[in-house]
């Protein structure tokens, strides 16, 4: 079983909706988590990070951590063709901060106009 | 400020090739990590540098791949002999402080072994 699983997609919606992205993870000593954004032959983007359970809100994008679930999701409103990308859950466990991270597999966002 | 620098952005090689890749990481970062992502998989993590000292060295595939950071400053990654399992995208990335700060990456060698 993988440590964390992430729905490859792709998820197709139109411009202007809201787009809900979700992780789980079976580690409970995760504690810091993040949602990176990849476009097509480009790195990892850092779009958001928290520290534990909770939500943090910056502009178009929530991120929501759940540890009772472990759960974490992205929320964009809004969408726009240029959200189409993507999107990369990457986790940690609290001893190493950020620095060793264990990725999602992604999911493949396309907004269409 | 310039982003994490990786060279080259593609390389292409015969099996059993040594092939070396660079990475800059952001100015003043102390944090320098390499990360791949192989076919069909998920990103993994390969190594944490702190400075010029390897902190983590627990993903390395095997000894064919020898990292350096000379200086504490630029990172290089050799693949010798390289496989065929080896290609994929090798990401650098860099973070401040200790463990503190998320990681910022850079654009990634894609390595292509035939």
């Given at each position: 079983q993988k440590e964390v699983e992430q729905?490859?997609?792709?998820?197709?919606?139109?411009?202007?909706?809201?787009?809900?992205?979700?992780?789980?993870?079976s580690n409970s000593a995760f504690q810091y988590f993040m949602w990176y954004r990849q476009y097509s032959r480009k790195?990892?983007?850092?779009?958001?990070?928290?520290?534990?359970s909770g939500n943090k809100e910056d502009g178009r994008f929530t991120a929501q951590v759940d540890k009772s679930s472990k759960y974490i999701s992205l929320f964009i409103r809004d969408s726009q063709p240029s959200d189409s990308a993507t999107y990369l859950c990457a986790m940690s466990a609290g001893s190493g901060g950020y620095n060793?991270?264990?990725?999602?597999?992604?999911?493949?966002?396309?907004?269409?106009? | 400020e310039a982003g994490v620098t990786q060279f080259p952005s593609h390389s292409v090689i015969?099996?059993?090739?040594?092939?070396?890749?660079?990475?800059?990481?952001?100015?003043?970062?102390d944090n320098l990590y390499w990360?791949?992502?192989?076919?069909?998989?998920?990103?993994?993590?390969?190594?944490?540098?702190?400075?010029?000292?390897?902190?983590?060295e627990s993903g390395?595939?095997?000894?064919?791949?020898?990292?350096?950071?000379?200086?504490?400053?630029y990172s290089t990654l050799k693949v010798q002999p390289a496989e065929l399992e080896d290609s994929g995208v090798y990401?650098?990335?860099?973070?401040?402080?200790?463990g503190a700060e998320p990681l910022h990456f850079g654009n990634g060698t894609r390595l292509t072994v035939t």
């Open positions: 729905d490859p997609g792709p998820l197709s919606v139109p411009e202007g909706a809201i787009v809900s992205l979700n992780c789980t993870y790195g990892p983007e850092l779009l958001m990070y928290t520290y534990s060793k991270l264990i990725f999602g597999a992604g999911t493949r966002l396309a907004v269409h106009p | 015969e099996k059993g090739q040594t092939v070396t890749l660079r990475c800059d990481p952001i100015s003043g970062h990360y791949r992502r192989v076919m069909g998989k998920e990103i993994k993590f390969l190594l944490h540098f702190v400075k010029e000292s390897k902190q983590d390395m595939p095997n000894n064919r791949f020898l990292a350096e950071r000379t200086g504490g400053t990401f650098c990335a860099s973070s401040q402080g200790m």
